[in-house]
């Protein structure tokens, strides 16, 4: 058998990530470790194949549309019930800002731009979807996010989440229901990231969800 180094060696980097993810699901910084180790994976290259392959992105892609800057207390003015003042409200409530959920590295490359729209776009889903920030809540969107992006991120979470319930020995019901319900959602729904949401900050989110296709 062949060995393969390369092969080998991205295979260390994922395990390495997951295991600081482990040692806490509830951190930040063990996502991005799990998300560090994915950089130029075969996985990662498969799932911006996916995207690209998707006319709407590939269209905002090319046009290179980027969002403007959020300003949360302009949002939390908006009408009750709109995207940004319920998004505006969710991130106040968790003591997050902005600019703790964008990337500030340059896009050069449309894999640089999917990259950066997975990440700012990741609290706008929370509230599209309707899925908590809580355990269930979070594995729920991951489940959404691999039937809609293929993201290997996705199926390293949700993969850690689960092992974490069962090595603390908590109940399982909550979990799989959420990710059966993401999974679902994520098939039927249009393609969140190749929206202009941030354009739409004042649209009623029971409006967004019936053009998106979600529940209401």
């Known amino acids: 058998m062949q060995f393969n180094l390369k092969s080998r060696l991205q295979s260390l980097k994922l395990v390495s990530g997951l295991a600081t993810f482990l040692k806490n699901p509830?951190?930040?910084?063990?996502?991005?470790?799990?998300?560090?180790?994915?950089?130029?994976?075969?996985?990662?290259?498969?799932?911006?194949?996916?995207?690209?392959?998707?006319?709407?992105?590939?269209?905002?892609?090319?046009?290179?549309?980027?969002?403007?800057?959020?300003?949360?207390?302009?949002?939390?003015?908006?009408?009750?019930?709109?995207?940004?003042?319920?998004?505006?409200?969710?991130?106040?409530?968790?003591?997050?800002?902005?600019?703790?959920?964008?990337?500030?590295?340059?896009?050069?490359s449309p894999e640089d731009y999917i990259t950066h729209r997975l990440r700012e776009t990741h609290d706008i889903v929370h509230v599209l979807t309707g899925f908590g920030t809580d355990g269930p809540g979070e594995l729920g969107l991951q489940a959404f996010n691999l039937a809609q992006n293929r993201s290997p991120l996705a199926v390293m979470l949700i993969f850690g989440g689960m092992?974490?319930?069962?090595?603390?020995?908590?109940?399982?019901?909550?979990?799989?229901?959420?990710?059966?319900?993401?999974?679902?959602?994520?098939?039927?729904?249009?393609?969140?990231?190749?929206?202009?949401?941030e354009d739409g900050w004042d649209r009623p989110l029971a409006e967004w969800r019936q053009a998106l296709d979600l529940p209401a």
């Open 26 to 108: 509830d951190s930040l910084e063990g996502v991005f470790a799990v998300s560090r180790s994915l950089q130029n994976s075969a996985l990662s290259a498969q799932m911006f194949r996916h995207l690209l392959a998707n006319p709407a992105l590939a269209a905002l892609v090319q046009e290179h549309w980027r969002p403007g800057a959020i300003d949360l207390d302009a949002l939390l003015a908006l009408p009750e019930g709109s995207l940004g003042h319920v998004y505006a409200h969710q991130l106040r409530a968790q003591g997050l800002t902005p600019d703790s959920l964008i990337d500030p590295t340059p896009v050069h």
């Open 163 to 197: 092992l974490s319930a069962l090595q603390n020995d908590e109940p399982l019901e909550d979990l799989l229901e959420a990710l059966s319900r993401g999974f679902q959602m994520g098939l039927k729904a249009r393609c969140l990231i190749a929206q202009k949401l």
